[in-house]
């Protein structure tokens, strides 16, 4: 699955645009509810030694909010790890590189839509 599906899948689903905050990473784009303004998801490109991986190349991942029960046996997963820049603690990382089926993708992204939605 690539940024593009998953772009289209928020605008489809959710209404969102993604929005680009920071003017050093232009690539990062931030998923945020209209109503509250809480990010449900992050696009990053990030270099692939960030995250433990081998290589020098940079790697694309999304952010999503889990339920905190959950996060143990999803980092058991291949490309589900854990969270870039956000708590380990109820936030992943996924790679978006293949190894992560693009409906167990939605679904994660629908999780984290969810759990984000609640407060202002």
């Known amino acids: 699955m690539d940024k593009t599906a998953i772009l289209e899948r928020a605008r489809a689903r959710y209404g969102t645009e993604p929005e680009a905050l920071w003017t050093r990473f232009p690539n990062h784009l931030a998923l945020r509810h209209r109503e509250n303004r809480r990010w449900y998801a992050l696009l990053m490109e990030v270099p692939a030694r960030s ?41 992943v990382s996924i790679l ?23 407060r202002r």
């Open 51 to 91: 995250l433990g991986l081998p290589g020098e190349g940079r790697v694309d991942i999304l952010n999503v909010k889990c339920d905190p029960l959950l996060v143990g046996s999803l980092r058991q997963n291949p490309g589900i790890l854990p969270a870039y820049h956000m708590n380990k603690d109820s936030w």
């Open 96 to 118: 978006l590189d293949g190894s992560v089926e693009g409906e167990a993708i939605f679904d994660l992204l629908e999780m984290s839509y969810r759990l984000t939605q609640g």
